[in-house]
T-cell receptor, first 114, second 112 residues
Framework: EAGVAQSPRYKIIEKRQSVAFWCNPI?????LYWYQQILGQGPKLLIQ????????DSQLPKDRFSAERLKGVDSTLKIQPAKLEDSAVYLC????????????FGSGTRLTVV | KQEVTQIPAALSVPEGENLVLNCSFTDSAIYNLQWFRQDPGKGLTSLLLIQSSQREQTSGRLNASLDKSSGRSTLYIAASQPGDSATYLC???????????FGKGTTLSVSS
């Protein structure tokens, strides 16, 4: 099966600009996660979707970050306006409901804010 | 609040050595514990998953153990190879379907 697709792979923007990331999960995976991984840290959950509903967004900085998952398939994560501390790799992962294992991670989008 | 700690942060060994990576978590009420591998510029690859009722899992040269009561897990790598060089991440989830909580990882370098 195809993996989790993310784009773009790399993005460099100036602070206060906006940016959007896209994720296409594995077909049939109802659960989708966005993680932020700052250099030298482990991934930290930003938001979890099940189908097109939000399960957990408690760690999403809602004043500048937003995410949506229309039709329960693709998802976009947006940052507006970006800050220097948003420089990180943004990882998308998906999982089939009821499957104990089966996390599949995309390769991530590396964001640099200058 | 669950916290996951990994020791050491970095490790360098010569090829052929056996090694142990350590992971500890503060809340013993976990559902699963997983070990992942991350190569530079790549996503995460799941290596081993231990369910809360299990004590260990093995895959090839890798063996992971879990002691829930003490909040600890170890990843044992036998006969290390240069291709094992990567960052190893430990992660837990507290309920079925919830997101993983990760440690900061151990960066392993195996020299030939």
């Amino acid at each position: 099966e195809a993996g989790v697709a993310q784009s773009p792979r790399y993005k460099i923007i100036e602070k206060r600009q906006s940016v959007a990331f896209w994720c296409n999960p594995i077909s049939g995976h109802a659960t989708l996660y966005w993680y932020q991984q700052i250099l030298g840290q482990g991934p930290k959950l930003l938001i979890q979707f099940q189908n097109n509903g939000v399960v957990d967004d408690s760690q999403l900085p809602k004043d500048r970050f937003s995410a949506e998952r229309l039709k329960g398939v693709d998802s976009t994560l947006k940052i507006q306006p970006a800050k220097l501390e948003d420089s990180a790799v943004y990882l998308c992962a998906s999982r089939r409901i009821g499957q104990v294992n089966g996390y599949t991670f995309g390769s991530g989008t590396r964001l640099t804010v200058v | 609040k669950q916290e996951v700690t990994q020791i050491p942060a970095a490790l360098s060994v010569p090829e052929g050595e056996n090694l142990v990576l350590n992971c500890s978590f503060t809340d013993s009420a976990i559902y699963n514990l997983q070990w992942f591998r991350q190569d530079p510029g790549k996503g995460l690859t799941s290596l081993l998953l231990i369910q809360s009722s299990q004590r260990e899992q093995t895959s090839g040269r890798l063996n992971a153990s879990l002691d829930k009561s003490s909040g600890r897990s170890t990843l044992y790598i036998a006969a290390s190879q240069p291709g094992d060089s990567a960052t190893y991440l430990c992660a837990v989830d507290n309920q079925a379907g919830t997101a993983l909580i990760f440690g900061k990882g151990t960066t392993l370098s195996v020299s030939s």
